[in-house]
């Protein structure tokens, strides 16, 4: 039986794929993934503003309080003859391709346009076969439309694209006013890939203490639906890959996503739950399933749910909704 | 070695410090190290040097290795020494007295070792950090050669000849130079290459001393123990040695000079060749008298000075071959002083060696002696013309001192204040700047850009205030076309810049400036608006002195380039445009250089940002001309006179000069001599530091006393008062009925000292007060202090008078109460946010009214006793802490001194009280014996009692029993003894005294501020310092974990240990005060101390402390022996366990950042092994609390 797919144009052994997570900092945890079935392994994002912001604090909190008593003209070491050390994503990604088959896929949360240039330079160089361009982005600004957010991302992707020869994945937030229109014209702009979605970072309260509780919480089977009617939607339209990201729990969630047109089908929070041999498990959960239903290859079933080959399209689309609504009246 | 090219000779623009460290390093192998100031720094940079793996001059990286003491490093270095190694160290002033028993040893055994000392005051009425040759001079009689370099080219280059000379003569050399003038004096100086080292040092000298070691392949013993018969011969066995160490010194002196052609000599003349009058100086001290020398030879004098460079031993023959025939009169200056003395010691060789060879100078009264530059008290070419010019006198003043005003014995040489020699192509720059804002940073980049790009000379000095936070900070620049040798500050600049607009009208930021300078301001107005806001008198300084002014709004430059207050690179940039030392475009590409540079490994953004502020400060840039349109000027601005009305006579005469800097006008007779200073003189000070004070609103507070209970500076306070006390209230004071059932009926208010707090808002973070609609709002937010000043300060003023509640009637035990307790420590010099203040605050809450404080020196000897102003004050009653600083190494032993003085007072006290029973009545005899004075209601009833028993014991005058008991009878009330310090102490320097200080039964107690690192002298590795942090000292990053010090207390038993953190759980500190004060024994208090050497806002500093019990790296817990007696576990756990990982406390905090970005490796395996430790410590902890003490021993520490 087939499961390979084509992800960014990399050969997958199968569509799994360890999605951007703490398991990339870990060397003994990838290499249990890969044992495991893992078909390629996405690093933790690197949040090039958090860098420069934790460089900046760095220097701040380093020099604040110098120049300021005869006794103490500085309170920290002068590390200007240190021998820095290479940059530990770096060297992550390097030590990954060293120690691992399948292929590594660097992912990257820029600050600014020189930032996400200049890195993803570097992790070409490092030896990432892909880059997952994280476009994490909290519109909170009032002033801005979403024309303006739009073509900055869009500015991104066309400059980041230019300036490496490795594929380049654009991971998105699910909120877009048109998102397949929006994922035309990223696959214009030059992007290998789409995974979709990206998952925010959800605070809570406090009611006791009035204060906002940062929090990520792991996602659940749930949230694959929503995944599902967009792969749904873009697919039939895409030429580039498409990957899942959120929600995949059970080989059933992996296989709807391909159903509705996924390459790929990112995994975290079953994995982080599980632990790595759960992907076996989805491996062979879909391996049955095929089995079972008579498929030869991942390729086969591909998109067999999409908006364009689904039996009931309108079952996606705006009749379905006003349906169940009235269901509900009655 | 940042700046030093090590091959081939190079000019580059360093301190001497770093000049010196760079060539003991390059030539040794073992530099054992401790810190002290000012030497630190040389220290610093070799611990730098050996984690970056550089290489000495044979190929390896030498060891430096940090111990408890200058005691511990001179007995490494002595045993280093005997094992073949090549070795160093760096010290100063008490470090290098603590190593004289090992230099007698190193010496008596002809070991060669090259000791580099910045020369520092001793400490004697008081402490001083700064220069002079108190130090060196206590050591003539050890047997160490004295070699004394006057400049930082002189330090580097006389580091490697005494390092040479040492090994070629075999005798220990101690070479010094002046602390601060010279070791922080930033000069251009050609370099020592690898190439002249390796031609300077003699591989078969090095040969001969590795034969010599201890080895028990050709075994040997040393420090025998020598009997009548052979000790003295023994002792001039070595004579031969020091006969030859002159010849030694000079062939190594002219070897130097062969291969980089600066020529020295043991003594080295300048002047007329037939000088009739001569001074003879060591140190920076002689560059000055030179330039005046030359001056008043133009003018027709014959005059001339010596350099002594070999002080000891003292070569009389090459001395008076040094010295011109033709002279008259001499004139010995002396860094030092021996009271009591003939003379000070350079005077005393002078008289000697002239003795020695005849000369009839030596007994025509024409060679004096003369004490000047102090503390590093300036030494300026007025106060040498002086000394000359005393030489003219038929009859020379002797003993005389140069550069103060003795009134009390009248040795002082009057000289002239106003006469410079400044040398007209030399361009003098002066910047007044806020400590922190980078002004300085600044500078010394300058420095730097302008000695190392151009052909000019350059010289940088920087004077600090005394304040640990909020100081001013004042530059002093030279730029010239040859060598600068000026060592004293400058007083006629040619451009003056201010980087705080606050300064303006305060601080004398004109009288730098000589006629025709430029004035560059940092001004967020106009430039007529400016100049409105300019007082009169600088309106008119400005116009007489035609001077031009510019200005710029740096803050918002600075802070539109992502920069913040850190207004360093726009002003840098102004300062390159305006002065014209170097052509602009050509100074922009250095500066961008520069920043390149320094922030290149820091972060890509962090240079972006420093270009922006650049690229954008030329564009703020305005000249003030004066346009005579603009408004009528101000009057001048009023000075702070109004904080004096009603002081103390001693506050008016001497503090108000001291903090209006005229402390150097003060006549001798002002100063206690013996040192000792009034107390509760922080309050006159009005800073006037913060941009931001807690706004207080009543309708959301809960009246919890947090606020009070943190600030560092006791600048916020709470009182409860009756309603009619509102009577003659400002208008503008609030106040709220007071909540609580003890006090119904009462108003409470929350009042900030506007000026005297910091702005640190640990109050407003500790805050648990929200508006409940608003959360963002708190009881108390922070708020621009100007708008509020004038009516906050009347308000504070207004609530100083209402009446601090009777300490009888509080609760002392609940937080909320204690905080009522007028705190008796206010208003100190400690940085903004300091984790160590809130714990002494409270302390003097509890018990400063009869509180005796013994205080390691360490920060909070510098915050507690830096003058002009001190912050332990007094009660309404004039009661409170007694204070004092003996050392740093031996504050244990001090208070523990304290404790047996007063206790032997209050056992005679109670003797006689008991034998004048009789006469004094029954009555009151008993019940003063059985007065609890376990309760504040105790102590008060027993001074009611001893006031009542004064007036008894006057009516028995005429027996002397009566008037002994009279003047002990304050020692009836018990006293607290106190020994305070930091980790520094408690954990290395004073470990040993400590330990046996609580090993006996004296009822004192222990508070170590524990700030896990040494604070004082910049953040150097103790043993509390935690694993994976770096420090100084400890820049790869700590290897082994915190030396867990209350266990080691613990284990006497009968010692009240906690560690406490005020920030994670004040009741739990509140509660181990009081247990320990109330413990009749020995106890120790271990206060986790938010530092700024941890590099994190120390705002955040409580949540920090919550972070660290949560994390199970700071557990709470007291052990009090009284439970015990009662049969209990005396070990309280008071935290729970570990509830989340440590990163997540270490993740905010630089120290531990620093080691992620340079080595990340070692960083992640530290952290792994910190993580296991605090588990495991934990549940070591866990384990004694629930094991009953009798089985306790069973319980071990597991090995990580």
Same mark, same amino acid.
């Given at each position: 039986?087939?499961?390979?797919?084509?992800?960014?144009?990399?050969?997958?052994?199968?569509?799994?794929?360890?999605?951007?997570?703490?398991?990339?900092?870990?060397?003994?945890?990838?290499?249990?993934?890969e044992?495991?079935?893992?078909?390629?392994?996405v690093?933790?994002?690197?949040?090039?503003?958090?860098?420069?912001?934790?460089?900046?604090?760095?220097?701040?909190?380093?020099?604040?309080?110098?120049?300021?008593?005869?006794?103490?003209?500085?309170?920290?070491?002068?590390?200007?003859?240190?021998?820095?050390?290479?940059?530990?994503?770096?060297?992550?990604?390097?030590?990954?391709?060293?120690?691992?088959?399948?292929?590594?896929?660097?992912?990257?949360?820029?600050?600014?346009?020189?930032?996400?240039?200049?890195?993803?330079?570097?992790f070409?160089?490092?030896?990432?076969?892909?880059?997952?361009?994280n476009?994490?982005?909290?519109?909170?600004?009032?002033?801005?439309?979403?024309?303006?957010?739009?073509?900055?991302?869009?500015?991104?992707?066309?400059?980041?694209?230019?300036?490496?020869?490795?594929?380049?994945?654009?991971?998105?937030?699910?909120?877009?006013?048109?998102?397949?229109?929006?994922?035309?014209?990223?696959?214009?702009?030059?992007?290998?890939?789409?995974?979709l979605?990206?998952?925010?970072?959800?605070?809570?309260?406090?009611?006791?203490?009035l204060?906002?509780?940062?929090?990520?919480?792991?996602?659940?089977?749930?949230?694959?639906?929503?995944?599902?009617?967009?792969?749904?939607?873009?697919?039939?339209?895409?030429?580039?890959?498409?990957?899942?990201?959120?929600g995949?729990?059970?080989?059933?969630?992996?296989?709807?996503?391909?159903?509705?047109?996924?390459?790929?089908?990112?995994?975290?929070?079953?994995?982080?739950?599980?632990?790595?041999?759960?992907?076996?498990?989805?491996?062979?959960?879909?391996?049955?399933?095929m089995?079972?239903?008579?498929?030869?290859?991942?390729?086969?079933?591909?998109?067999?749910?999409?908006?364009k080959?689904?039996?009931?399209?309108?079952?996606?689309?705006?009749?379905?909704?006003?349906?169940?609504?009235?269901?509900?009246?009655? | 070695?940042?700046?030093?090219?090590?091959?081939?000779?190079?000019?580059?623009?360093?301190?001497?410090?770093?000049?010196?460290?760079?060539?003991?390093?390059? @030539?040794?192998?073992?530099?054992?190290?401790?810190?002290?100031?000012?030497?630190?720094?040389?220290?610093?940079?070799?611990?730098?040097?050996?984690?970056?793996?550089?290489?000495?001059?044979?190929?390896?990286?030498?060891?430096?290795?940090?111990?408890?003491?200058?005691?511990?490093?001179?007995?490494?270095?002595?045993?280093?020494?005997?094992?073949?190694?090549?070795?160093?160290?760096?010290?100063?002033?008490?470090?290098?007295?603590?190593?004289?028993?090992?230099?007698?040893?190193?010496?008596?055994?002809?070991?060669?070792?090259?000791?580099?000392?910045?020369?520092?005051?001793?400490?004697?009425?008081?402490?001083?950090?700064?220069?002079?040759?108190?130090?060196?001079?206590?050591?003539?009689?050890?047997?160490?050669?004295?070699?004394?370099?006057?400049?930082?080219?002189?330090?580097?280059?006389?580091?490697?000849?005494?390092?040479?000379?040492?090994?070629?003569?075999?005798?220990?050399?101690?070479?010094?130079?002046?602390?601060?003038?010279?070791?922080?004096?930033?000069?251009?100086?050609?370099?020592?290459?690898?190439?002249?080292?390796?031609?300077?040092?003699?591989?078969?000298?090095?040969?001969?001393?590795?034969?010599?070691?201890?080895?028990?392949?050709?075994?040997?013993?040393?420090?025998?123990?020598?009997?009548?018969?052979?000790?003295?011969?023994?002792?001039?066995?070595?004579?031969?040695?020091?006969?030859?160490?002159?010849?030694?010194?000079?062939?190594?002196?002219?070897?130097?000079?062969?291969?980089?052609?600066?020529?020295?000599?043991?003594f080295?003349?300048?002047?007329?060749?037939?000088?009739?009058?001569?001074?003879?100086?060591?140190?920076?001290?002689?560059?000055?008298?030179?330039?005046?020398?030359?001056?008043?030879?133009?003018?027709?004098?014959?005059?001339?000075v010596?350099?002594?460079?070999?002080?000891?031993?003292?070569?009389?023959?090459?001395?008076?071959?040094?010295?011109?025939?033709?002279?008259?009169?001499?004139?010995?200056?002396?860094?030092t002083?021996?009271?009591?003395?003939?003379?000070?010691?350079?005077?005393?060789?002078?008289?000697?060696?002239?003795?020695?060879?005849?000369?009839?100078?030596?007994?025509?009264?024409?060679?004096?002696?003369?004490?000047?530059?102090?503390?590093?008290?300036?030494?300026?070419?007025?106060?040498?013309?002086?000394?000359?010019?005393?030489? %003219?006198?038929?009859?020379?003043?002797?003993?005389?001192?140069?550069?103060?005003?003795?009134?009390?014995?009248?040795?002082?040489?009057?000289?002239?204040?106003?006469f410079?020699?400044?040398?007209?192509?030399?361009?003098?720059c002066?910047?007044?700047?806020?400590?922190?804002?980078?002004?300085?940073?600044?500078?010394?980049?300058?420095?730097?850009i302008i000695?190392?790009?151009?052909?000019?000379?350059?010289?940088?000095?920087?004077?600090?205030?005394?304040?640990?936070?909020?100081?001013?900070?004042?530059?002093?620049?030279?730029?010239?076309?040859?060598?600068?040798?000026?060592?004293?500050?400058?007083?006629?600049?040619?451009?003056?810049? &201010?980087?705080?607009?606050?300064?303006?009208?305060?601080?004398?930021?004109?009288d730098?400036?000589?006629?025709?300078?430029?004035? !560059?301001?940092?001004?967020?107005?106009?430039?007529?608006?400016?100049?409105?806001?300019?007082?009169?008198?600088?309106?008119?300084?400005?116009?007489a002195?035609?001077?031009?002014?510019?200005?710029?709004?740096?803050?918002?430059?600075?802070?539109?380039?992502?920069?913040?207050?850190?207004?360093?690179?726009? !002003?840098?940039?102004?300062?390159?445009?305006?002065?014209?030392?170097?052509?602009?475009?050509?100074?922009?590409?250095?500066?961008?250089?520069?920043?390149?540079?320094?922030?290149?490994?820091?972060?890509?953004?962090?240079?972006?940002?420093?270009?922006a502020?650049?690229?954008?400060?030329?564009?703020?840039?305005?000249?003030l001309?004066?346009?005579?349109?603009?408004?009528?000027?101000l009057?001048?601005?009023?000075?702070?006179?109004?904080?004096?009305e009603?002081?103390?006579?001693?506050?008016?005469?001497?503090?108000?000069?001291?903090?209006?800097?005229?402390g150097?006008?003060?006549?001798?007779?002002?100063?206690?001599?013996?040192? &000792?200073?009034?107390?509760?003189t922080?309050?006159?000070?009005?800073?006037?530091?913060?941009?931001?004070?807690?706004?207080?609103?009543?309708?959301?507070?809960?009246?919890c006393?947090?606020?009070?209970?943190?600030?560092?500076?006791?600048?916020?306070?709470?009182?409860?008062?009756?309603?009619?006390?509102?009577?003659?209230?400002?208008?503008?004071?609030?106040?709220?009925?007071?909540?609580?059932?003890?006090?119904?009926?009462?108003?409470?208010?929350?009042?900030?000292?506007?000026?005297?707090?910091?702005?640190?808002?640990?109050?407003?973070?500790?805050?648990?007060?929200?508006?409940?609609?608003?959360?963002?709002?708190?009881?108390?937010?922070?708020?621009?202090?100007?708008?509020?000043?004038?009516?906050?300060?009347?308000?504070?003023?207004?609530?100083?008078?209402?009446?601090?509640?009777?300490?009888?009637?509080?609760?002392s035990?609940?937080?909320?109460?204690?905080?009522?307790?007028?705190?008796?420590?206010?208003?100190?010099?400690?940085c903004?946010?300091?984790?160590?203040?809130?714990?002494?605050?409270?302390?003097?809450?509890?018990?400063?009214?009869?509180?005796?404080?013994?205080?390691?020196?360490?920060?909070?000897?510098?915050?507690?006793?830096?003058?002009?102003?001190?912050?332990?004050?007094?009660?309404?009653?004039?009661?409170?802490?007694?204070?004092?600083?003996?050392?740093?190494?031996?504050?244990?032993?001090?208070?523990?001194?304290?404790? @047996?003085?007063?206790?032997?007072?209050?056992?005679?006290?109670?003797?006689?009280?008991?034998?004048?029973?009789?006469?004094?009545?029954?009555? @009151?005899?008993?019940?003063?014996l059985?007065?609890?004075?376990?309760?504040?209601?105790?102590?008060?009833?027993?001074?009611?009692?001893?006031?009542?028993?004064?007036?008894?014991?006057?009516?028995?005058?005429?027996?002397?029993?009566?008037?002994?008991?009279?003047?002990?009878?304050?020692?009836?009330?018990?006293?607290?003894?106190?020994?305070?310090?930091?980790?520094?102490?408690?954990?290395?320097?004073?470990?040993?005294?400590?330990?046996?200080?609580?090993?006996?039964?004296?009822?004192?107690?222990?508070?170590?501020?524990?700030?896990?690192?040494?604070?004082?002298?910049?953040?150097?590795?103790?043993?509390?310092?935690?694993?994976?942090?770096v420090?100084?000292?400890?820049?790869?990053?700590?290897?082994?974990?915190?030396?867990?010090?209350?266990l080691?207390?613990?284990?006497?038993?009968?010692?009240?240990?906690?560690?406490?953190?005020?920030?994670?759980?004040?009741?739990?500190?509140?509660?181990?005060f009081?247990?320990?004060?109330?413990?009749q024994?020995?106890?120790?208090?271990?206060?986790?101390?938010?530092?700024?050497?941890?590099?994190?806002?120390?705002?955040?500093?409580?949540?920090?402390?919550?972070?660290?019990?949560?994390?199970?790296?700071?557990?709470?817990?007291?052990?009090?022996?009284?439970?015990?007696?009662?049969g209990?576990?005396?070990?309280?756990?008071?935290?729970?366990?570990?509830?989340?990982?440590?990163?997540?406390?270490?993740?905010?905090?630089?120290?531990?950042?620093?080691?992620?970005?340079?080595?990340?490796?070692?960083?992640?395996?530290?952290?792994?092994?910190?993580?296991?430790?605090?588990?495991?410590?934990?549940?070591?902890?866990?384990?004694?609390?629930? %094991?009953?003490?009798?089985?306790?021993?069973?319980?071990?520490?597991?090995?990580?």
């Amino acid at each position: 039986m087939n499961l390979t797919t084509r992800y960014l144009g990399l050969e997958l052994r199968n569509p799994f794929i360890v999605g951007a997570s703490p398991f990339s900092d870990d060397i003994a945890s990838c290499a249990a993934l890969e044992e495991a079935g893992a078909a390629a392994i996405v690093l933790r994002s690197l949040f090039a503003e958090q860098i420069e912001l934790e460089q900046r604090a760095l220097v701040h909190h380093t020099e604040s309080a110098s120049e300021s008593y005869a006794e103490a003209t500085s309170y920290f070491p002068n590390y200007e003859d240190y021998p820095l050390g290479p940059d530990p994503y770096l060297q992550r990604i390097q030590t990954l391709k060293k120690q691992l088959r399948i292929p590594v896929i660097a992912s990257l949360n820029g600050s600014h346009l020189g930032s996400w240039v200049s890195w993803a330079k570097q992790f070409e160089e490092a030896g990432a076969d892909a880059i997952e361009l994280n476009n994490y982005h909290l519109a909170t600004d009032p002033q801005i439309n979403g024309e303006k957010v739009e073509g900055e991302i869009l500015h991104i992707v066309r400059t980041v694209v230019a300036s490496v020869k490795i594929p380049v994945a654009v991971k998105l937030s699910p909120f877009h006013a048109s998102l397949s229109h929006f994922a035309l014209a990223l696959e214009q702009s030059g992007a290998a890939g789409l995974v979709l979605f990206n998952r925010f970072y959800q605070p809570d309260f406090d009611i006791e203490e009035l204060d906002v509780l940062p929090q990520l919480k792991l996602s659940d089977s749930s949230e694959l639906l929503l995944r599902l009617r967009w792969l749904s939607i873009i697919s039939p339209h895409a030429k580039m890959s498409l990957a899942c990201s959120g929600g995949v729990h059970h080989a059933e969630d992996a296989i709807k996503a391909i159903l509705a047109g996924a390459h790929g089908v990112q995994v975290v929070s079953a994995l982080l739950k599980n632990g790595p041999a759960h992907l076996t498990s989805l491996r062979d959960g879909l391996e049955h399933w095929m089995a079972d239903h008579d498929y030869d290859s991942v390729e086969e079933f591909r998109g067999a749910m999409n908006l364009k080959r689904c039996p009931d399209p309108e079952a996606h689309e705006r009749a379905n909704y006003i349906r169940i609504l009235q269901s509900w009246r009655i | 070695m940042s700046s030093v090219e090590t091959s081939p000779a190079t000019f580059a623009t360093l301190d001497a410090n770093e000049a010196v460290a760079s060539v003991a390093y390059r @030539l040794n192998e073992i530099i054992a190290i401790y810190p002290i100031t000012p030497s630190s720094a040389m220290a610093e940079s070799c611990d730098e040097w050996a984690a970056a793996g550089k290489p000495n001059l044979w190929g390896e990286v030498p060891r430096v290795v940090e111990m408890q003491s200058e005691g511990g490093v001179a007995g490494a270095i002595h045993g280093s020494l005997l094992g073949e190694a090549l070795t160093t160290t760096f010290t100063a002033s008490q470090g290098l007295l603590l190593m004289i028993p090992n230099l007698y040893k190193i010496a008596g055994e002809l070991m060669p070792l090259t000791v580099h000392v910045s020369a520092r005051s001793i400490a004697a009425q008081g402490l001083s950090i700064f220069g002079d040759h108190a130090d060196v001079m206590a050591c003539r009689a050890t047997g160490c050669a004295l070699l004394a370099s006057n400049s930082v080219q002189e330090a580097q280059d006389f580091a490697l000849i005494a390092h040479v000379a040492s090994l070629r003569a075999s005798l220990p050399f101690i070479h010094f130079f002046d602390g601060f003038r010279t070791s922080h004096e930033i000069q251009k100086i050609l370099t020592v290459s690898d190439s002249t080292l390796q031609q300077m040092v003699n591989e078969e000298d090095i040969a001969a001393f590795r034969a010599r070691a201890l080895s028990p392949d050709h075994p040997t013993i040393r420090g025998t123990a020598q009997n009548p018969d052979v000790y003295f011969q023994g002792r001039e066995s070595v004579n031969r040695y020091y006969d030859d160490l002159p010849a030694v010194v000079q062939s190594t002196m002219d070897r130097f000079a062969s291969l980089t052609g600066r020529q020295y000599h043991l003594f080295d003349y300048h002047g007329h060749p037939e000088a009739e009058r001569v001074v003879i100086i060591m140190c920076s001290g002689w560059e000055t008298v030179c330039e005046t020398v030359d001056w008043l030879v133009e003018s027709g004098e014959k005059v001339g000075v010596i350099a002594v460079r070999l002080f000891h031993p003292f070569h009389v023959d090459s001395f008076v071959a040094a010295l011109p025939k033709s002279v008259k009169a001499i004139a010995v200056l002396d860094r030092t002083k021996e009271p009591g003395s003939l003379g000070e010691p350079l005077f005393l060789n002078v008289m000697a060696a002239l003795a020695e060879a005849r000369s009839p100078l030596a007994g025509s009264g024409r060679v004096v002696g003369g004490r000047y530059g102090l503390g590093s008290k300036e030494f300026t070419p007025g106060m040498a013309a002086a000394v000359f010019k005393n030489l %003219t006198a038929p009859e020379p003043r002797h003993r005389f001192t140069i550069g103060i005003i003795d009134d009390v014995t009248g040795s002082s040489l009057d000289y002239d204040a106003d006469f410079d020699l400044e040398a007209p192509e030399v361009r003098r720059c002066v910047f007044i700047g806020l400590g922190a804002d980078g002004t300085v940073g600044a500078n010394k980049n300058s420095i730097k850009i302008i000695g190392e790009q151009t052909p000019l000379y350059a010289q940088g000095y920087f004077v600090y205030d005394s304040k640990k936070s909020g100081s001013m900070t004042t530059s002093h620049l030279r730029f010239g076309p040859s060598p600068i040798k000026a060592p004293y500050l400058i007083r006629n600049a040619d451009f003056v810049a &201010c980087s705080q607009f606050g300064f303006i009208g305060k601080i004398g930021v004109l009288d730098f400036a000589r006629v025709g300078a430029t004035v !560059l301001l940092n001004s967020p107005y106009s430039p007529e608006e400016t100049w409105q806001k300019f007082p009169r008198d600088w309106q008119e300084s400005i116009l007489a002195k035609e001077l031009r002014v510019y200005v710029i709004d740096a803050n918002q430059v600075s802070e539109a380039a992502g920069m913040g207050r850190r207004t360093n690179t726009v !002003l840098q940039t102004c300062f390159f445009a305006l002065s014209g030392v170097l052509p602009r475009n050509e100074a922009i590409d250095q500066i961008k250089a520069t920043i390149k540079k320094t922030y290149g490994k820091k972060g890509e953004s962090i240079v972006a940002m420093n270009y922006a502020a650049v690229d954008a400060a030329l564009a703020g840039l305005q000249e003030l001309k004066v346009n005579s349109a603009w408004a009528t000027p101000l009057e001048t601005a009023a000075g702070r006179h109004r904080y004096f009305e009603g002081a103390p006579d001693f506050v008016q005469r001497i503090t108000a000069r001291l903090i209006a800097g005229e402390g150097n006008l003060l006549p001798v007779s002002a100063l206690p001599a013996d040192g &000792c200073w009034p107390t509760a003189t922080s309050r006159f000070e009005k800073r006037n530091i913060a941009l931001a004070i807690p706004s207080w609103d009543p309708a959301v507070c809960i009246q919890c006393n947090k606020c009070v209970l943190i600030c560092p500076h006791a600048a916020i306070r709470a009182k409860f008062y009756e309603p009619a006390a509102l009577s003659v209230a400002p208008v503008e004071f609030k106040s709220t009925p007071f909540r609580s059932h003890d006090f119904p009926d009462q108003l409470y208010t929350l009042q900030v000292a506007p000026e005297d707090c910091t702005g640190c808002s640990l109050c407003v973070q500790v805050c648990p007060a929200k508006d409940k609609t608003n959360p963002r709002h708190k009881a108390i937010d922070m708020v621009s202090q100007a708008p509020l000043l004038a009516a906050e300060r009347a308000n504070w003023d207004f609530f100083l008078q209402l009446p601090d509640p009777d300490r009888t009637t509080l609760k002392s035990g609940e937080v909320k109460s204690s905080q009522f307790m007028r705190p008796l420590m206010e208003f100190s010099g400690a940085c903004g946010g300091c984790g160590e203040t809130p714990y002494l605050k409270l302390l003097t809450q509890l018990v400063g009214d009869r509180l005796l404080i013994a205080n390691a020196t360490g920060c909070s000897s510098i915050y507690g006793g830096n003058l002009p102003t001190t912050p332990y004050c007094q009660d309404s009653d004039g009661r409170g802490p007694a204070w004092a600083n003996s050392l740093f190494e031996d504050n244990a032993e001090f208070g523990f001194g304290i404790r @047996l003085a007063t206790d032997r007072h209050a056992d005679a006290a109670w003797e006689l009280l008991r034998s004048l029973a009789p006469e004094i009545g029954d009555t @009151l005899v008993r019940e003063m014996l059985e007065t609890d004075q376990a309760t504040e209601a105790g102590i008060a009833r027993q001074r009611q009692l001893v006031t009542e028993l004064r007036g008894k014991l006057g009516q028995l005058d005429d027996k002397p029993e009566a008037r002994r008991l009279a003047a002990l009878a304050d020692h009836l009330v018990k006293k607290s003894v106190w020994i305070i310090g930091g980790d520094g102490w408690a954990y290395d320097i004073g470990y040993g005294g400590l330990d046996h200080v609580l090993s006996t039964d004296a009822n004192v107690k222990v508070l170590v501020l524990d700030t896990e690192v040494y604070s004082n002298t910049g953040g150097q590795s103790s043993k509390a310092t935690p694993m994976g942090a770096v420090a100084k000292f400890a820049s790869g990053g700590k290897a082994v974990a915190k030396k867990d010090l209350a266990l080691m207390a613990m284990q006497y038993g009968h010692v009240y240990v906690a560690r406490v953190a005020m920030g994670a759980k004040d009741s739990q500190t509140l509660l181990a005060f009081r247990e320990a004060e109330a413990h009749q024994g020995p106890a120790l208090i271990i206060a986790y101390s938010p530092c700024i050497a941890h590099g994190y806002p120390l705002h955040l500093g409580a949540s920090q402390q919550k972070l660290a019990v949560d994390t199970g790296y700071w557990p709470l817990f007291r052990r009090d022996p009284r439970f015990a007696e009662a049969g209990q576990n005396p070990f309280k756990l008071d935290s729970g366990p570990p509830k989340i990982d440590l990163d997540r406390f270490t993740a905010n905090e630089a120290r531990f950042g620093i080691l992620k970005n340079v080595n990340p490796d070692r960083a992640s395996e530290l952290a792994g092994h910190a993580q296991t430790d605090v588990r495991r410590r934990y549940a070591f902890y866990e384990a004694l609390a629930a %094991t009953p003490e009798t089985d306790q021993a069973s319980i071990n520490l597991k090995p990580v």
